[in-house]
């Protein structure tokens, strides 16, 4: 009867390996993630060794042998199924006194059997503190503490059905088939939860990033300008009065917020430049080295997909009303966005002294006041109007 239930329980524990395992191998030829190869060649090679060890078992089943091979099979799943569960979690928790330790208690054992100083419960004593150690790993990591039930289970076949040891050992092993299952569940279950939050807050993590994005650009402009001292907080300077403008002039809040980060990064085509070239004094309207910025930023903002809509700040910026830009564009031809980028880069540049001399807040706003036929003038007063609320002069 011993031996039936014995033959039955190993033609169940194959049989399950094998499909197990040719799933396994049918989806490492479909998936091409090398995290999830990684996973699907440990569940392989914890099959293999399964499966083979049981029908080992089974074969030297009258053979004390078995014991080790019983051992063997515990902790080859155990090394192979905690990689699984680090890479399933991306973390590094160290097994290694484990692996060692429950190494060292196998060659114990084996060096018992082979010098015939102990006997089948003796034996079995020593897989349950092999069974005791992986149990004890497991349990110590909280992601996967469910998994010591395997081991404690596992006990109690070893001690309840000690007087049959080959049918004792095949149940033991019954347990540790459900590791590997409850692992890639636990990674399937962890991939639809990353799918399902991709799905409904998409558009929050992208945004997200896209404003982490943002905020290293702008450091990086900040870090650029900062090395020269004509420059420096220029970029900030005009998002903020071009931001003021904008909410002067009562334009909706997401033009507002596109016309701040574009007035942002409206110089960056001053990466491409050579800086040794510019004074203080350099005429921005005339200068070819300076000009030369626009078609710089052209080339940087139109191959990204998150600044294509800032373009036409950084190509027109420097565009007049009157046409005599270096692009030709005259009155509404050129884009409200860039008239307010104009006017508040323009303005920048005076009460900085970045022009023949540094004008005084008055001084600037007169002029831009008097060149009515180089700046919209709707946006000259909405300057004004900001300066009065926010400046001393």
Known sequence: MVEKITYYLLVALLSGT???FLGSILTFIGIKTKRIKSILTNISIASIAYGGG???IYLFRNHDIAFVIAGSIYILKFLTETDMANKTLYSQKNYKPYYLTTIVILLFLFMMIITRIGNNSIYSTVLVMINTIIGTGWFLDKNFRILSLTNIVSILFLVFLREYPATSLLFSLIPYGMNSIYITSKDYIQTLRSLEILTN???????????QFKEFLFLLIKKIEGRYSFRKMH???VSTISEGIARELGLEEKVVNLIKDASMIH???FIGIDHRKLTKGSDYEK???IIKHIS???KIIENSNIFIKYLPIVLYHHEKVDSSGPERLSGNMIPLPVRIVAVADKFERMINGRESKKFSIKEALEFLQKNTNLYDQVVVKALERYVLKNFNY
């Open 267 to 269: 110089d960056i085509g």
């Open 287 to 289: 200068e070819a080295e």
């Open 201 to 211: 807050k998409r558009e929050t993590i992208v945004e997200h990033q896209i404003r």
């Open 235 to 237: 970029s900030f300077n």
């Open 54 to 56: 049981s029908f080992l």
């Open 296 to 298: 710089v930023g052209r």
């Open 18 to 20: 094998i499909i197990y």
